[in-house]
């Protein structure tokens, strides 16, 4: 996993902790969906790389 993702996990998991804890206000919500949108991306290009690196291995 690369330290990008790396960081955008930890600050979703600490917003979804003060979402449980406190909640969280109009523009911390947008924030966390934006952070998590581009988790999936980042997860998925790097599926895509990984699965292109295994193809040209073959």
Do not use: A
């Not at 600490?14 to 999936?40: A, C, P, S, T, V």
């Amino acid at each position: 996993m690369n330290t990008q993702n790396e960081v955008l996990k930890r600050n979703i998991d600490n917003m979804i902790i003060q979402q449980n804890q406190e909640g969280l206000n109009d523009q911390e919500k947008f924030i966390m969906q934006k952070l998590m949108r581009e988790k999936y991306q980042l997860e998925h290009e790097s599926k895509l790389e990984n699965s292109e690196g295994d193809n040209d291995n073959k």
